[in-house]
């Protein structure tokens, strides 16, 4: 039974994303995702369409509660833990999930739009769907106007057809029957190269938030394509490519030279992830600071040569930290207003991993 | 009727049987066992199992559904105000639950029948949900969703704008008084002379005549319109807004619903007690078996927990019936009783009076929230539940503990209540300015209105006036004038008009 209330619920979600009523997109409040208790903890977020109304407004003040406490004794509202300047109306319901139950949710929560792939690569997977014939089979599947056709077919060449009583009568041979064909279906493939700046300004708190969104962009991807590859680069003034336990344990001291990343990753991508038939998604993170603008001027020089027209995005989100200058994000955005393939996001901190994620995955490329 | 298994109908009759027993009084109630799924696809819908088609309802169905498959909550109880009464069974729970929920549910069944906010609804309601799904349906088919979408969002962004007194008062204008309409009463002052025979030149009576008839106009222009405050401003724009036939349907259907669902906003608290205060009387008398005692105390407990920072409904509400009913069958109440100022001879107060019962049917068959609220809270009540006033400390910039005075509380409490928690507006210029634009005004009470929200609601009231539109309120401790003209919303600060 299709459910009365699914038109009503698949208007509502459109709503929320904003591709219908865009009139109402400005009474949407949404929730967030990642909770702060513990590591665990998460909140689901609720968004809620708000029609407005003349009601009394959050400063409403006084209310009557119940419970131990003296007079001055803090109450907990619910309404007391969103910061001012929140927007009216947010829902959040906080809730312990598994780790490995967030994952699931992570696409439908963010809202993130399903990708669109760029290059198809034939892979092992098949499909199998009923669209065969054939002349032997269980009972259960026998096509009935296919079996009737033949023998119409058989009792007309044998003479044996009377239209005045058109009866026919199948016998064993003429029966047909549904079967099983097997199609390849073309699989999309996507290649992720993380590419992380372990120069000495990226401290532990840093890595710390590359790994929280790396594991985000992974649930996400892997959601997208079955066949999924990843990539690890880490550098300083040089680049190494490295195995997933040392990209985010590796510290080494020195200075940063980006380019050497990005160079690393170009020749990868050239030798082994052929752009027709894979999406690639390159990730760099650091923390903005580069060890001079001419290798900056050199890393501009690979992303618009060689990078960014094979790549479905390039995303590169800068970590503050206390060292970090945060020129890098400021260059790349002056070098490449207007390009789409290009991402760049701040992740100031472990807050604003969500946003960032957003920025990264929510175009669908 | 239902689809209730062997084992549940059994259950359903013994329980029916024994709230009669007690003096119960309800329609035919008519149990449904259902799946988590399609309870809570009912319960988007209020309760009915057909609604227009609404984005709305979507979006309750989409909480309901992620707090049950988070495991946040689930509804226990489903019960609509119709006859015969239809409740929900969850399939799932387990049968001691389906007791107390049935319980629950003849408590609800009994208030619906016999409270007096109840009695003026339709208790059709069921068919004309239907009707009214119908229609809107057939609208969309003829207009288009999204033209109806629009025009049913504009109508809910006002629905809070009914006068919920309204079916049991017959509000009438007054009769116009015989001066304004009666020429001979108008008198036309006269230049004056004290050469009578002159006055023919210097007052000529055409000019009298025109100037009657001027001051006559003049009467009739200020007369006003509506002629007192009106609070049904949805009847107002029904009666007066310049609406397409199809608007004006929707909005009078939407208003019908308006009108249903608000009695049970009017009795939340006594409605929920009064349940609770059945269901545990008939499951721990009569019907819980040894076995279903930990669960169904477990359970119990969970519907009356308290929470810091709101009241829970069920428990002041089950608290203050059972405190009334105590209280009468003691005597302790009266001048007598009120007076006594001996603390030994106060506590152990009990004339053996044994009115408990009666006054508690009583109390539901003819009060509401507030004014239950207000006649029965005492302060040795407020005391035992522990409840206070909180508000906002600029200082320390958090919600705090204000006051356990059960005056205070008292008093808080049936500001919350009061036209069931929504500003009280009225209509009282439609021809404000004598340009036809509308005037509201909202009555001061001490809360401001959400300006943000104000000034949106005001552009749907515009699109239903279709000529400016006003509403005077308080903002920041002055009086301001929120407008919207069709093309830009704003605010002036002005002096209150008077009460």
């Known amino acids: 039974m299709v459910k009365r209330i699914e038109k009503d619920h698949t208007r509502f979600r459109q709503i929320v994303r904003g591709i219908i009523k865009k009139n109402l997109k400005k009474y949407v409040s949404q929730g967030e995702l990642i909770g702060r208790k513990g590591k665990h903890a998460v909140s689901i977020p609720l968004p809620q369409v708000r029609l407005p109304r003349f009601r009394f407004g959050d400063n409403k003040g006084n209310g009557v509660g119940q419970g131990e406490g003296e007079e001055g004794s803090p109450v907990d509202t619910g309404e007391g833990r969103q910061k001012a300047g929140d927007q009216p109306g947010q829902h959040i319901l906080e809730v312990d999930v598994e780790l490995e139950e967030l994952a699931k949710i992570l696409g439908e929560e963010l809202e993130l739009p399903n990708i669109q792939p760029k290059g198809a690569r034939l892979t092992a997977a098949e499909k199998g769907a009923y669209t065969g014939i054939a002349k032997a089979g269980p009972e259960t599947l026998r096509h009935f106007k296919r079996t009737f056709k033949e023998a119409l077919k058989r009792q007309i060449a044998m003479g044996l057809y009377d239209p005045e009583r058109p009866v026919i009568i199948p016998y064993k041979e003429d029966r047909r029957y549904r079967s099983w064909k097997r199609k390849p279906t073309p699989q999309a493939s996507a290649v992720v190269i993380y590419m992380m700046d372990v120069s000495g300004s990226m401290g532990k708190e840093q890595k710390e938030l590359v790994r929280i969104e790396a594991f985000w962009i992974d649930t996400w991807l892997r959601h997208q394509y079955r066949n999924l590859e990843v990539r690890y680069i880490v550098h300083d003034v040089e680049a190494h490519m490295v195995d997933e336990d040392t990209f985010y344990h590796l510290r080494e001291a020195g200075g940063t030279k980006i380019s050497s990343a990005y160079e690393l990753c170009d020749r990868l991508i050239k030798a082994q992830f052929p752009p027709e038939e894979w999406n690639i998604y390159p990730f760099h993170f650091s923390d903005g600071d580069n060890w001079s603008s001419r290798d900056t001027e050199r890393c501009v020089e690979i992303l618009k040569e060689d990078l960014l027209p094979v790549v479905n995005a390039f995303c590169y989100g800068q970590v503050r930290s206390a060292y970090g200058s945060g020129q890098f994000k400021k260059d790349l955005d002056k070098a490449f207003p207007d390009e789409d393939a290009l991402i760049t996001s701040d992740i100031p901190d472990r807050e604003g991993i969500l946003a960032s994620i957003k920025d990264f995955l929510g175009k669908g490329r | ?499």
């Open chain 2, 1 to 499: 009727m239902g689809n209730l298994t062997p084992r549940l109908a059994e259950a359903r009759d013994r329980i029916r049987d024994i709230a009669a027993e007690f003096g119960l009084d309800f329609y035919e109630t008519v149990f449904e066992l259902v799946d988590y799924d399609e309870l809570n696809m009912v319960a988007a819908y209020g309760g009915f199992p057909t609604r227009y088609p609404h984005w709305r309802f979507g979006m309750e169905y989409e909480e309901l559904s992620k707090s049950y498959s988070y495991g946040l909550s689930k509804i226990y109880e489903l019960v609509i105000n119709n006859d015969p009464c239809y409740a929900y069974l969850m399939r799932s729970n387990s049968l001691v639950d389906q007791k107390l929920v049935m319980a629950h549910v003849y408590g609800h069944c009994d208030f619906f029948k016999n409270n007096l906010w109840f009695s003026k609804t339709d208790r059709k309601m069921m068919d004309r949900m239907a009707n009214h799904a119908t229609r809107i349906r057939s609208f969309i088919d003829r207009f288009g969703l999204e033209r109806v979408e629009e025009f049913v969002d504009a109508c809910l962004s006002l629905d809070n704008l009914i006068d919920i007194h309204a079916p049991f008062i017959k509000r009438e204008a007054p009769p116009p008084s015989p001066e304004d309409r009666d020429p001979s009463r108008v008198t036309v002052s006269k230049i004056k002379t004290d050469r009578p025979y002159m006055d023919r030149y210097i007052n000529p009576p055409e000019y009298l005549e025109a100037e009657k008839k001027r001051i006559m106009e003049e009467r009739a222009r200020e007369r006003r319109f509506p002629p007192e405050p009106r609070k049904d401003v949805l009847k107002f724009l029904l009666e007066y807004a310049p609406l397409e036939p199809w608007e004006q349907d929707i909005l009078a259907m939407l208003r019908e619903e308006a009108y249903y669902f608000a009695p049970q906003g009017q009795t939340k608290i006594m409605n929920e007690g009064w349940a609770v205060y059945w269901h545990s009387k008939i499951m721990t008398s009569k019907v819980l078996t040894d076995e279903e005692v930990v669960d169904y105390a477990d359970h119990t407990a969970g519907t009356l927990a308290m929470m810091p920072g709101r009241i829970n409904p069920y428990k002041i509400g089950v608290e203050l019936f059972r405190d009334i009913e105590d209280r009468w069958n003691k005597g302790r109440f009266g001048k007598e009783y009120e007076e006594c100022d001996d603390a030994e001879k106060l506590a152990n107060w009990d004339l053996h009076l044994g009115l408990g019962r009666e006054k508690i049917f009583e109390v539901r068959r003819i009060y509401n929230d507030v004014s239950f609220i207000d006649e029965f809270l005492t302060a040795e009540f407020a005391e035992r539940l522990k409840l206070f006033v909180y508000g906002f400390n600029p200082q320390t910039g958090r919600m705090e503990i204000v006051d356990r005075d059960y005056r205070k509380v008292k008093e808080q409490l049936i500001r919350q209540l009061t036209n069931f928690g929504q500003p009280w507006i009225t209509v009282t210029d439609g021809n404000y300015e004598n340009r036809g634009e509308l005037y509201l005004v909202h009555r001061w009470d001490g809360v401001e209105l959400q300006l943000d929200e104000a000034l949106e609601t005001l552009k749907n009231l515009y699109r239903m006036w279709k000529r400016p539109v006003h509403i005077e309120t308080m903002l920041g401790g002055k009086g301001k004038l929120l407008s919207y003209d069709g093309s830009e919303a704003g605010t002036r600060d002005i002096t209150l008009s008077e009460k």
